[in-house]
C-alpha cells in the first residue's frame, strides 16, 4: 500500500517539475526578441495604429526604407540629367 502512495505521489510531481524546466527558459527573453511598439499615422488619415515588432524587424524595415529613396534618389538624378547637354 506504501509503495502504491508513494508511486502515485512520485508520478504527480513528475509532470510538474518537468513543464517547470520548460517554462524558465522561455520566461527569459534575450534583449533582442523584445518587442518594441510604435504608432503610426498613414498619410491622410487622423488614426494612429500602433505596430509592434522585434529591434531586428524594425532594423530590416528601415535598411528596406535607405535602399528604396536611395534608389528613387538615384532614378530622379538620372532623369534629371538625360536632357541636359553639356
Given at each position: 500500500m506504501i509503495r502504491i502512495l508513494s508511486l502515485a505521489a512520485a508520478l504527480a510531481a513528475a509532470p510538474t517539475a518537468v513543464h517547470a524546466k520548460a517554462e524558465a527558459p522561455q520566461g527569459e527573453k534575450p534583449a533582442a526578441e523584445k518587442k518594441i511598439c510604435k504608432r503610426e499615422t498613414a498619410t491622410g488619415s487622423i488614426m494612429a495604429r500602433v505596430t509592434c515588432?522585434?529591434?531586428?524587424?524594425?532594423?530590416?524595415?528601415?535598411?528596406?526604407?535607405?535602399?528604396d529613396r536611395d534608389l528613387a534618389n538615384d532614378a530622379a538624378r538620372s532623369r534629371s540629367l538625360v536632357g541636359q547637354s553639356r
Open positions: 515588432r522585434t529591434k531586428a524587424e524594425w532594423e530590416a524595415i528601415t535598411a528596406q526604407s535607405q535602399a
